[in-house]
């Protein structure tokens, strides 16, 4: 049986100072903007493994606003999503440069540790072009896999792979 593929955007998270990888993180991933014909939200959700890695469980979530952390997007509308696209199918249709935010819920995580975090959240952006899929458009197939180093007071980020 085969392996199924890695979905385009991947995350590990590490916890900096202990090297422990960093179970049951909120992860959150909004497209920002693309070459999509429709205005429709794309955000999807996970919770990071026991190693700390978010690459299959990638849920999208429909969304009745354009309003993501009290930002209106550009290109987005107010109208609803109700069949939200696998992360998968929203790259092959966009077939095309496109931005995304991801974002890192720490606040929690540090706080079940009984510390007290600078950043509640974590958030960057992410440029994505030259995804052609499994969809027969090309045999390129570019992923984005992220590390991610947090720790109470910081956090760094490198592509990994």
């Given at each position: 049986m085969d392996e199924p593929a890695s979905p385009p955007i991947s995350i590990t998270i590490t916890d900096a100072p202990t090297s422990i990888p960093s179970a049951?993180?909120?992860?959150t991933l909004t497209?920002?903007?693309s070459s999509l014909p429709h205005n429709h939200e794309h955000t999807f959700h996970g919770l990071?493994?026991?190693?700390?890695?978010?690459?299959?469980?990638w849920v999208p979530r429909p969304h009745s606003s354009a309003m993501h952390s009290g930002v209106l997007h550009s290109g987005s509308t107010?109208?609803?999503?109700?069949?939200?696209?696998?992360?998968?199918?929203?790259?092959?249709?966009?077939?095309?440069?496109?931005?995304?935010?991801?974002?890192i819920e720490v606040k929690d995580y540090f706080e079940g540790k009984g510390l007290r975090p600078l950043l509640p959240e974590v958030e960057f952006k992410i440029?994505?072009?030259g995804y052609?899929?499994?969809g027969g458009r090309g045999v390129k197939r570019e992923t984005w896999d992220f590390r991610v180093m947090?720790?109470?007071?910081g956090f760094a980020i490198e592509r990994s792979g």
């Amino acid at each position: 049986m085969d392996e199924p593929a890695s979905p385009p955007i991947s995350i590990t998270i590490t916890d900096a100072p202990t090297s422990i990888p960093s179970a049951n993180i909120p992860v959150t991933l909004t497209l920002l903007s693309s070459s999509l014909p429709h205005n429709h939200e794309h955000t999807f959700h996970g919770l990071t493994d026991s190693h700390g890695q978010l690459n299959a469980e990638w849920v999208p979530r429909p969304h009745s606003s354009a309003m993501h952390s009290g930002v209106l997007h550009s290109g987005s509308t107010h109208s609803d999503n109700p069949n939200p696209l696998p992360l998968d199918a929203v790259f092959e249709e966009a077939n095309g440069k496109m931005v995304w935010a991801c974002r890192i819920e720490v606040k929690d995580y540090f706080e079940g540790k009984g510390l007290r975090p600078l950043l509640p959240e974590v958030e960057f952006k992410i440029l994505t072009e030259g995804y052609f899929g499994a969809g027969g458009r090309g045999v390129k197939r570019e992923t984005w896999d992220f590390r991610v180093m947090i720790g109470e007071e910081g956090f760094a980020i490198e592509r990994s792979g």
